[in-house]
């Protein structure tokens, strides 16, 4: 069997849709009658609770509280409904080229898994994504209560996927250290910089297309750990929306 691929998914497999969601909250806002400018600070500010705790109706209720809002049921369910759409609009927009890529490394013999730090409402929309049926495995930290670089996030991908993390190669951007958090537990690593250079400072195999990949899973390559690839630093969590 050809060694399973781990991927990340925004700024991976899709572009993250940053300034989308930002906007989006904001628009949920106004429907829920709080002011747009708060709701999208509480949001960043409340990160971790989103990806492994709250679904997007709690989120909406406890965070308008905080505000001084007082939102009506069917202003909650409108919102969450708005947010849940941006899901749906980000997933389905994955190019065909990475399609293409992901069917390649399948037809290659390469079991794939997925790991995100998302949100409620990614996953619930991920089974009717032109993605899902390309994935073997899929773990989303809202799901798990679990997010990057937990090494618990990624035992757990590779156990479902019936291997050791050492078995298999990890494939992200380097968000919320994600890459020093695979390495660490002995998945080789490659950083993809596609949608975005998010951790220029890694020190391992790298490409800019993802259809790069299939040819580099062909070459011998080894593992980095995290000490080589940020000599004297550790690394950072960025926040995801």
């Known amino acids: 069997m050809s060694r399973p691929v781990v991927f990340d998914l925004f700024h991976t497999l899709v572009q993250g849709a940053d300034e989308a969601r930002d906007r989006v909250v904001g628009e949920m806002a106004i429907m829920v009658g709080v002011a747009p400018a708060e709701l999208v600070a509480a949001y960043h500010a409340t990160w971790r609770d989103r990806l492994v705790r709250w679904d997007v109706e709690e989120t909406i209720r406890i965070l308008a509280g905080r505000l001084g809002g007082t ?11 708005h947010r849940r759409a941006l899901a749906r ?10 399609l293409d890529v992901l069917d390649a490394l399948r037809g290659d013999g390469h079991p794939l898994a997925l790991i995100s730090n998302a949100t409620s409402e990614t996953a ?6 032109p993605l899902a049926q390309r994935f073997d495995v899929a773990v989303f930290s809202c799901d798990v209560g679990l997010a990057k670089p937990d090494p618990a996030i990624y035992h ?22 994600e890459l020093a ?12 910089t596609e949608h975005n ?4 400072s890694w020190g391992g195999p790298l490409f800019a297309t993802l259809g790069d990949l299939p040819a580099k899973l062909r070459e011998p390559f080894t593992a980095i750990g995290p000490s080589a690839a940020h000599p004297g630093r550790r690394d950072s969590v960025k926040q995801r929306q």
């Open 156 to 177: 757990l991908a590779a156990e479902r996927l019936g291997v050791g993390p050492a078995e298999c190669v990890f494939v992200g951007d380097g968000a919320d250290g």
């Open 71 to 81: 939102p009506t049921n069917e202003q909650v369910t409108r919102a969450g409904e």
């Open 89 to 98: 609009r980000v997933l389905d927009s994955v190019s065909t080229a990475t």
């Open 181 to 192: 958090g695979a390495a660490a537990v002995g998945m080789t690593v490659f950083r993809t």
């Open 124 to 129: 619930q929309a991920w089974p009717q994504s």
């Open 197 to 200: 250079d998010t951790d220029p």
